[in-house]
């Protein structure tokens, strides 16, 4: 995992994208997964299958990011905020809106519903049958609790401890990470 220092392309601050594409895919990898606004590992990726590399490329955020790059698209994750607003809505219209701070995520008994599914993952053209097969069954276990992905022991990049042994990180302790987490190679902290 490289991070590059925000969740979009700020010239002159983050890393450019463009570039650590490039690098990732001139170093060997096959696959990136990005998590920035941006379609550069879309663009750098069908670049490559130009040039004969096989390669793919996971977009980020925009359900319509596979179109024009079908070929090296595996898919892409997503938010729907509607759900959420809905939610609000009623509240307000009922008088009992209140501030909070909600982790608003999937539906894992149908990840795409528009109407339950606060996060969502549109499979692309580039996914193999047999890879959307591995996909809906780990779906479905992290929907079981079968997969648990946040499980101690649980160590970050510089050895020290996030989760202890059999302890189940929070949704907030994922999303507020004070570094990358042991394994990932990479930028371990934002400076």
Known sequence: MTWIGFWFNIPGVTADPTQVAQNFFNSGFDVIVSGIDTTEALVVARQKRKEGKTVWAIPYDYKGACSGAGEVCLGVPYFNWGPGYVRFLKAVKQGK????????????????????????????????????????TFINDLGNEKVQLFKGPVSY???????????????????????????????????
């Open 157 to 191: 990049q510089d050895g020290t401890t996030f989760l202890k042994s059999g302890e189940l990180a929070t949704d907030q302790q994922i999303w507020y990470m004070e570094q990358l987490l042991q394994g990932m190679t990479g930028q371990g902290k934002t400076k």
């Open 97 to 136: 809106w209140k501030r909070e701070w909600l982790w608003l995520g999937p539906d894992w008994k149908d990840i795409n519903n528009p109407d339950t599914s606060n996060v969502g993952f549109l499979p692309g053209p580039a996914l193999s049958g047999k890879a959307q097969g591995l996909l809906d």
